[in-house]
């Protein structure tokens, strides 16, 4: 009886020993994995190495051309304003990466004189383009002969696309082609002051201006279907874009202080830029292109900057926020 009652008395202890044990390691292991630290946070990669029809180049984290200006001198920027419009500079923030295959030692960064950090490769402040749409996407390549893609090295490219070698004269071919169904027959529509021709002229230049369908509406384009802009700042009918602002929206010139033949003198005039240049102008506005409008009928700048817009065929600029 003595004896059943010591088994029983050890096996009890024996079992809250166990239990006592079972929460000693429970606890512990708690108080390890309070302890550990945090999963290390995995890096944006900034900058890139990408194939494109140039080759390899470096491409921004969502796969996009970067490129260089020949305007920048010693790592530092000179596009800002509407120049940055349509070349967005490549912010970064201090702690900054390289994506695998890539020398880090060629990247640095520079301050812009808005204290933001863009990114630079070799001496050679990096940008994006408005006009590329998708990765491999190389619109900006040698825009106003300064802008150009830069390859893995930090090296600028000139070569134009292969793509674009290989077309020859197709290229040529084919936006006159685009600019005249953007115009039309010059004789179908006679109430049109923009796309009136003289039928029975022989050998006649193509008009300066015509007046195509895009997406905001009926629009103002030149000879070769590419829609025609008016700049807010340019008040009082004076051209105020230039040097790194004209490589991005280039101005329409004209040959000469007079309006061109088959335009409406009551809708456009002609004005003399500092250059000496003259510039054609639609109601108040001198007009321009758009480096990143690729193709006829592409109204890619509509809007930058809230000073860009489309010119209307009756001088007005399609959705300015302000009247004029």
Same mark, same amino acid.
């Given at each position: ?9 050890? +096996?009890?202890? =024996? ?68 120049? +940055? ?95 005249? &169904? ?22 006649? +230049?193509? =008009? ?9 509406? &009926? ?8 829609? =025609? ?42 004005? &003399? ?52």
């Amino acid at each position: 009886m003595k004896m059943r009652a010591l088994t029983g008395g050890i +096996a009890i202890s =024996l079992l809250l020993a166990a239990c006592a044990g079972t929460s000693t390691s429970d606890d512990t292991a708690n108080q390890i994995d309070t302890l550990a630290p945090p999963p290390a946070e995995i890096a944006s990669i900034d900058v890139k190495s990408g194939s494109s029809p140039l080759g390899d180049i470096l491409i921004g984290p969502e796969g996009l051309t970067l490129y260089a200006f020949t305007n920048d001198i010693e790592a530092t920027s000179t596009c800002y304003g509407t120049c +940055a419009d349509a070349w967005p500079p490549v912010i970064v923030d201090l702690d900054w990466t390289a994506g695998p295959g890539l020398d880090f030692g060629i990247f640095a960064t520079t301050l812009r004189e808005d204290g933001q950090l863009q990114l630079v490769a070799g001496p050679w402040p990096l940008y994006y383009f408005a006009g590329d749409g998708a990765p491999g996407d190389v619109n900006g390549q040698g825009s106003g002969d300064v802008w150009f893609a830069v390859d893995t090295a930090g090296r600028l490219i000139t070569d134009t696309p292969a793509a674009d070698r290989d077309a020859g004269s197709d290229l040529t071919a084919e936006p006159e082609a685009a600019a005249g &169904e953007a115009a039309g027959d010059p004789g179908s529509d006679e109430d049109d002051a923009n796309a009136n021709a003289d039928d029975g002229a022989q050998g006649a +230049a193509p =008009l300066q201006v015509a007046v195509a369908t895009t997406s905001l509406g &009926e629009a103002l384009v030149d000879a070769d279907g590419r829609t =025609l802009y008016g700049f807010l700042d340019d008040t009082d009918g004076t051209p105020t874009c230039s040097e790194a602002c004209a490589d991005a929206w280039p101005p329409v010139i004209v040959d000469g202080p007079e309006v061109p033949d088959g335009l409406d003198p009551a809708v456009f005039s002609v004005v &003399e830029r500092a250059d000496g240049s003259y510039q054609l102008v639609a109601g108040a506005w001198p007009l321009y292109t758009f480096a990143g409008d690729g193709a006829p009928g592409d109204v890619n700048g509509q809007g930058s900057g809230d000073v860009w817009f489309v010119a209307a065929p009756d001088g007005k600029l399609l959705g300015a926020s302000r009247d004029y």
